[in-house]
């Protein structure tokens, strides 16, 4: 039962700020009365802030986890997950709506799901895999979600209703891991070192966050890209289309990459997931049809899917496995700012194509990094 309600606080967090992210302007013009100029720089900072929350207070959490039971931890980050629902869904103000989504970035769930793998005893396939797939599932049905509430004029409802739901998760993670103890490391850092994960895994770690940034850069240019090439057939619809299906590869083909982690094969799935990754990203180069971008999407989705799992399966059976899992999941987060960042900036210069450019050059840097580390034993990782 625990693992299952694992993946429903994985779920359930994903789903709930991805709800509105993608009507996120929209719904800030509702509440401020101005227009998208003038509501831009909210928009901005108010989609930012989870992810600039998270790594900052991902360290404190580990830290916590280190030092109390791993029960008390999730049962509060999923109350704090709750508060931060309700205030976006009771809002009537901008303030009020961006003081919900800064506590959403400051919940600390993601480094605790990743350490409750260890509790509950699965396998890389059940453990790393299984995260992987519940996020992608949240991914999928948290837009669809929110884009019927949007449109009948009920994210406020939609909105509570995961609040609600998040305090009864809270409450059941209480329950079910309340044997848990602390998570610590075999050895144990203090001071800012601390906070960092050992030099041999440094690279590693940065592999992660470079092919994180190309994977999620060039999504918020995709849709002017594709529309680019095919505005006379491509309507926003059949562009959520597209992503959902990518999300929809990563389940399907998930389990495949759980194989390879329990084989103890975690480096070489990184290494074919970061060459995948590029190879769909090059080919939307190739082809500009309907049928060709999908495929192209589709395939990314898949390898793609294979990069967290395999990440987070080798930090975590390391000496350091709290240090590197904090580590990793900072890298990764923060991947998901600087990615963006970096493709709008290629925009400025080349269009939509320098966004595509540049999420394949970050890919390959991942990439080669990841073919010049060494295929390591069970027992290398610090």
């Known amino acids: 039962m625990s693992w299952w309600l ?28 101005a227009g998208t100029t003038d509501i831009a720089l909210w928009a901005a900072a108010i989609a930012a802030a989870p992810a600039i929350g998270a790594i900052l207070s991902t360290p404190l959490w580990a830290r916590l986890a280190s030092s109390y039971p791993l029960g008390r931890l999730m049962g509060l980050s999923c109350l704090l997950n709750a508060l931060s629902a309700f205030l976006q869904a009771q809002a009537g103000t901008v303030e009020i709506f961006a003081l919900g989504r ?10 605790l799901l990743l350490l409750t793998v260890e509790h509950s005893r699965t396998t890389g396939a059940n453990g790393y895999a299984g995260l992987q797939q519940a996020l992608a599932a949240g991914c999928i049905a948290g837009p669809l979600l929110g884009g019927l509430a949007f449109d009948n004029d009920a994210l406020q409802g939609l909105l509570t209703g995961f609040a609600v739901l998040l ?41 992660g ?23 006379a057939v491509l309507t926003a619809s059949l562009i959520g289309l597209l992503h959902a299906g990518s999300w929809a590869a ?22 074919l997931s970061a060459a995948g990754s590029l190879v769909a990203l ?3 180069l190739a082809g500009s049809t309907v049928v060709l971008i999908s495929l192209s999407r589709i395939l990314h989705g898949a390898f793609n899917s294979g990069l967290a799992p395999s990440l987070f399966s080798v930090l975590g059976r390391s000496r350091h496995r709290v240090a590197n899992l904090a580590a990793g999941r900072m890298a ?15 925009v400025f210069a080349a269009g939509n194509n320098g966004a595509l450019f540049a999420a394949a050059l970050l890919t390959l840097l991942a990439s080669i ?14």
């Open 250 to 271: 990563a389940i399907v083909v998930l389990p495949l990459w759980g194989r390879w982690i329990d084989a103890g094969r975690e480096r070489a799935a990184l290494r």
């Open 6 to 33: 694992v993946l429903s606080v994985q779920f359930v967090t994903v789903a709930t700020p991805l709800a509105i992210l993608p009507f996120l302007s929209l719904h800030l013009q509702r509440l401020s009365g």
């Open 332 to 346: 990764t987060t923060l991947g998901q700012v600087i990615g963006p960042a970096i493709c709008g900036l290629a």
């Open 102 to 111: 800064s506590i959403q970035g400051l919940t600390g769930i993601g480094v």
């Open 369 to 382: 990094l990841l073919y010049l580390q060494p295929e390591a034993r069970s027992h290398d990782v610090e």
């Open 282 to 284: 090059v080919s939307l």
């Open 167 to 207: 305090v009864a998760l809270s409450v059941f993670c209480g329950y079910a891991f309340h044997d848990a103890r602390p998570v610590k490391d075999e050895e144990q850092s203090s001071g800012f070192v601390g906070l960092l994960p050992p030099t041999p895994t440094r690279m590693l770690i940065l592999s």
């Open 209 to 231: 966050l470079l092919a994180t940034a190309g994977a999620f850069g060039f999504m918020p240019f995709f849709a002017g890209w594709a529309l680019e090439r095919e505005s």
